[in-house]
């Protein structure tokens, strides 16, 4: 259990010689990733500007050498479920916010992405969603959803700015408390899975810290972003109609 076999999805863990050459272009990833391409092509999306953006960052996230990072340093695992739940769904939710379909409360979802995001945090399912390729396709599916359906109903908030305003606020005290507990633990949760971070200059406690961190302050920045949004939006003056 010492080395990087357990990670099924992404190859064996990037070194600094050979980061620049390990693109991943898995054959079913790269039909979805068309068949996204082809729906924004189309015109069947709400905004096509987000639609191409969180394609680019999808991407970047499974295609581009990041991939292959994150199966060496859980700071770049982080940072990509950063990038998933805090850059792609929020993009997504405005280019596909499915109006015909009802939201659920918007407590309700902040709970359900909470929970999702904390039990694939934890040691044990964590290495789990890292044992087989159907598992790492169930926990990426279950953060991006979660957190789309998530960003879905703030966005349709935003007449009503209060309670996005506390959903917003919410998600980012969760994600700072988890974030926190990831700093602070006194030893290495994730080492067993990352035993290449010799490799990058980092000790696998160093490399847990940095992935807090990216968890603590990056991840909140597009949460405390929208959330200004709605307060300036909220305090703009109505114009008047005709």
């Not at 990087?4 to 079913?28: E, H, S």
């Not at 499974?62 to 998933?84: E, G, Q």
């Not at 035993?195 to 980092?202: D, K, L, N, Q, V």
Request: hydrophobic share 60%.
């Amino acid at each position: 259990m010492g080395d990087t076999a357990t990670i099924a999805y992404c190859g064996p863990a990037a070194v600094p010689g050979d980061l620049l050459t390990r693109w991943n272009f898995d054959p079913l990833l790269m039909a979805a990733l068309a068949a996204l391409a082809i729906v924004i092509a189309s015109g069947r999306v709400a905004n096509a500007r987000a639609g191409w953006a969180s394609l680019l960052l999808m991407a970047t996230i499974f295609i581009s050498p990041l991939c292959a990072l994150s199966s060496a340093l859980f700071s770049a695992r982080v940072l990509h479920h950063v990038l998933l739940i805090a850059a792609v769904a929020p993009l997504l939710a405005l280019a596909f916010p499915a109006r015909r379909f009802p939201s659920p409360p918007l407590a309700a979802l902040v709970s359900l992405h909470t929970v999702i995001l904390w039990v694939w945090h934890m040691p044990a399912p964590y290495g789990w969603g890292l044992a087989s390729v159907p598992a790492y396709w169930l926990m990426q599916a279950s953060l991006l959803v979660s957190a789309w359906l998530l960003w879905r109903a703030i966005f349709v908030s935003t007449a009503q700015p209060g309670a996005a305003l506390v959903a917003l606020a919410a998600t980012i005290g969760q994600m700072g408390l988890l974030a926190a507990l990831i700093v602070f633990a006194p030893r290495p949760l994730y080492a067993v899975h990352f035993a290449s971070t010799a490799a990058w200059g980092m000790n696998p406690l160093a490399d847990q810290q940095l992935a807090g961190l990216l968890m603590w302050v990056p991840a909140s920045l597009p949460y405390l972003g929208v959330g200004l949004w709605l307060v300036w939006s909220s305090l703009r003056p109505v114009e008047p109609t005709a």
